[in-house]
């Protein structure tokens, strides 16, 4: 598999993880919404700051590609 391709799946999984987390932790009363907006919101430009969108989209351009 290309690295695209596992980069992509732990950004998703861990999204996916961060996401199960924070649902728990609002149910628990530790923490509020408004932290945890502000928490996905600098995580995104996180994100963007070291092109991970752009690497994204790559990977879904050449997918299917091979490299001789």
């Known amino acids: 598999m ?3 391709f596992k980069l992509a799946i732990i950004l998703v999984v861990s999204f996916m993880i961060m996401s199960g987390a924070s649902l728990g932790m609002i149910s628990l009363g ?3 919404v408004a932290a945890l907006k502000e928490l996905f919101s600098s995580l995104g430009t996180l994100a963007a700051m070291f092109g991970i969108p752009g690497i994204i989209s790559a990977w879904i351009v050449t997918r299917g590609q091979t490299v001789p």
Do not use: I, L, S, Y
């Open 2 to 4: 290309g690295e695209g």
């Open 30 to 32: 530790k923490v509020d």
